[in-house]
């Protein structure tokens, strides 16, 4: 199979802070489409879906690692995940316990298929177009694992949102010791994080955009993906040109 050069960024800082605010805007994004422009479940889950599928042909047919395309197919694979999650529970009633258990066991079966194909589940060696494949279809079921966790989690223990965000970031944390501390695996490691920061992200979507009278800061949606997009935004043009997370191949 025909080898290409990294197709996804390097893991630095930078990668974890667009991570979070993706995935933030993944939440306030889908709040926003469905409720303040009354496009519904059903439509905004087509019109996302679309513009996620225009964009990952831009990103398979790229032979390199690029900022703006990448960073927007994760946004909008966010927003994807974000709505099968909540398709599922408003719109078919499946519970959120169910939703988490069966994304759960989805994403292990992916990862298995992934690893007995390619003998390796290291984002630092996406260079074929199968291995592509796999790396996106595990991003989007990491997108709705973690939403599901996240709603549950939230909904189960009813903790508020800072408290939910202190949660999820500590969870982080405590992997991030494992790895450093303990030798845990780098590749689990990372993907532990990896659905660890949806709900993160969703916790500080939700309690900047939320009503004060529902436990949030009351900036709204709208305000609030303005907010993330623009940081995004910002530091995906730096990093394109300064190619801080750029692969040392790619440069």
């Known amino acids: 199979m025909k080898s290409m050069l ?18 933030t805007v993944g939440e306030t994004a889908a709040d926003f489409l469905n409720s303040n422009l009354n496009l519904g479940l059903t439509g905004t889950s087509l019109i996302m879906g679309l ?12 032979k ?15 927003v994807v995940g974000t709505l099968i999650t909540d398709n599922l529970t408003d719109n078919f009633g499946v519970s959120l316990v169910t939703t988490t258990l069966v994304f759960g066991v989805v994403l292990a079966i992916i990862f298995a298929v992934w690893y007995k194909v390619e003998k390796t589940l290291s984002i630092h060696s996406i260079r074929t177009t199968r291995r592509e494949g796999f790396y996106w279809l595990a991003i989007l079921f990491t997108f709705a694992l973690g939403t599901a966790a996240g709603d549950l989690i939230a909904e189960s223990f009813n903790l508020g949102y800072p408290l939910s965000a202190f949660l999820f970031a500590g969870a982080i944390a405590l992997t991030a010791l494992a790895h450093y501390r303990f030798k845990l ?46 940081a995004i935004l910002g530091t995906v043009i730096y990093l394109a040109l300064t190619k801080k997370d750029a692969a040392p191949e790619a440069l």
């Open 6 to 23: 990294n197709k996804v960024p390097e893991i630095t800082v930078f990668f974890w802070i667009i991570k979070i605010l993706c995935t």
């Open 51 to 62: 513009l996620l599928i225009i964009a990952l042909v831009f990103q398979f047919r790229s």
């Open 64 to 78: 390199r690692y690029k900022p703006s395309v990448y960073w927007l197919s994760v946004v909008l694979i966010s």
């Open 185 to 230: 695996n780098a590749v689990l490691a990372f993907w532990i994080a990896y659905i660890l920061t949806r709900p993160l992200g969703a916790s500080i979507g939700d309690w900047l955009s939320q009503d004060k009278d529902a436990g949030g800061l009351g900036l709204g949606t709208t305000m609030t993906s303005a907010i993330f997009l623009v």
